[in-house]
Nanobody, 120 residues
Framework: VQLQASGGGLVQPGGSLRLSCTASGNIFNINVMGWYRQVPGGQREPVAIETSGRPTTYSDSVKGRFTVSRDNAKNTVYLDMSSLNLDDTAVYYC???????????????WGQGTQVTVSS
C-alpha cells in the first residue's frame, strides 16, 4: 500500500491551495483518511480527520478555513485550504487507516509529505 500526496507549494497569505492524497495497492477498506502537519523541530499534529460514519474533525487552528473530503471510489482524500496564513507553513502528511483484506487488522499508512509554504 502506498499513499501519494501532491498539491503543495508556495502561496501568499490569504491564498488557497488544494492537497490531494491517493492510496493505492491491495486495499479492502479504508476507515480513516486525513492530514497531519509538521514544522521543523515540532511534532506532527493532526489537521483534519475523515472517519467513515463519523463527523469530520479539525484542529482549532484550521476550523472554518480548511475542508477535508474523500472520494471513496478513487481512494483519495483532499484538503482544501483557504485564508492561509504564515502559521500554516509546514510539511503536510496524509495518512490512512485501512485493511488490506477482510480478515486483516487495521494499519496506519503515511504519505511522503508535501511542503506548503505561506509567504509574501
Amino acid at each position: 500500500v502506498q499513499l501519494q500526496a501532491s498539491g503543495g507549494g508556495l502561496v501568499q497569505p490569504g491564498g488557497s491551495l488544494r492537497l490531494s492524497c491517493t492510496a493505492s495497492g491491495n486495499i479492502f477498506n479504508i476507515n480513516v483518511m486525513g492530514w497531519y502537519r509538521q514544522v521543523p523541530g515540532g511534532q506532527r499534529e493532526p489537521v483534519a480527520i475523515e472517519t467513515s460514519g463519523r463527523p469530520t474533525t479539525y484542529s482549532d487552528s484550521v476550523k472554518g478555513r480548511f475542508t477535508v473530503s474523500r472520494d471513496n471510489a478513487k481512494n483519495t482524500v483532499y484538503l482544501d485550504m483557504s485564508s492561509l496564513n504564515l502559521d500554516d507553513t509546514a510539511v503536510y502528511y496524509c495518512y490512512a487507516i485501512l485493511q488490506k483484506t477482510p480478515q486483516d487488522v487495521q494499519y496506519r499508512y503515511w504519505g511522503q509529505g508535501t511542503q506548503v509554504t505561506v509567504s509574501s
